[in-house]
């Protein structure tokens, strides 16, 4: 495995430079996050830890923070809930295609949050609350963190606009992309349908949306591609993949042909952020379900 020992004065992103010199700063902080870095054979998170000289700096196999901090292993009381991890902070959860992360104006009764919050009732008593810090789309499934209180939703949400949460998405395409990896950066517009389109950049209302790709396989009819978005727009991924001219398996909106999953074939695979109590950096996972 790759090491160093520490120098005098250097905290341990400034080891993790001389290890991998040709890795960009994010794929350094990706490292932390995931687990891999290890300082004396203890597994450390925090990018300015400080060093003492001749301390032995490990980058390990991948770990991921779900590994480190499992949710609780006791059976939990409420409705049916795909809990990823639980604290007296954060909730993060796997959400089920076809469910709206929260209600809309119709005021459904049935959405993730709704479902989130029976849960920590009926665990932590009836004032117990958990707070949106973000959405997906309702056909999309995959990772979410609710915050427990409203400073933690504030702090989140702080990272996502300041886009420092790594969001990584899987999708099923249909076709593939001509290049292996890129980017995709377009200008969206909603309106109060939430009805999507792409418009020039200096059109009213239009926020940027950048989508980053990269093909993990293909077999000429359909490719399995990971995304990685440094913004969270509505429909962002999936009007991504059509501007490249592979839609997304099963998204007849933006151009699919077929739907053999009987869904998107979109997920949030992975979510890495800065716990906003403890500030350290975890990663949470969810197994991506149309992916063998």
């Known amino acids: 495995m790759p090491g160093t020992e520490a120098q005098d004065g250097e905290v341990l992103l400034d080891a993790l430079r001389r290890i991998h010199p040709d890795s960009s700063t994010g794929t350094l902080r990706r490292m932390l996050t995931q687990g891999r870095v290890q300082v004396d054979g203890a597994t450390v998170h925090a990018a300015k830890a400080d060093l003492t000289p001749g301390q032995r700096v490990e980058v390990v196999a991948r770990v991921t923070a779900a590994d480190e901090h499992p949710a609780p292993s006791k059976k939990q009381k409420g409705p049916k809930l795909d809990v990823l991890f639980e604290d007296e902070t954060i909730l993060v959860v796997n959400k089920p295609p076809g469910l709206l992360s929260v209600a809309t104006n119709k005021m459904e009764d049935d959405t993730l949050h709704s479902r989130c919050v029976a849960h920590v009732r009926a665990n932590h008593g009836e004032r117990a609350w958990v707070h949106v810090v973000h959405r997906l789309d309702r056909e999309t499934s995959g990772v979410m963190v609710f915050a427990r209180h409203a400073r933690h939703k504030d702090d989140l949400q702080r990272q996502f606009a300041d886009r420092n949460v790594h969001r990584i998405y899987r999708a099923l395409t249909e076709g593939c ?11 969206l517009v909603e309106d109060s349908h939430l009805n999507v389109r792409e418009v020039k950049s200096g059109f009213r209302g239009a926020r940027e949306a950048i989508t980053h790709y990269r093909v993990l396989d293909e077999d000429g009819l359909v490719a399995d591609v990971e995304l990685l978005i440094e913004t969270g727009r509505r429909h962002q991924i999936r009007m991504a993949m059509r501007k490249l001219g592979c ?5 007849a909106l933006h151009g699919a042909t077929a739907d053999p999953l009987g869904r998107v074939a979109l997920h949030a695979f992975a979510l890495e952020f800065l716990h906003p109590e403890s500030e350290e950096p975890v990663r949470f996972e969810a197994p991506v379900p149309f992916v063998t």
């Open 177 to 187: 992309p001509e290049a292996e990896h890129g980017t995709v950066v377009a200008h």
């Open 247 to 251: 839609p997304i398996v099963g998204d």
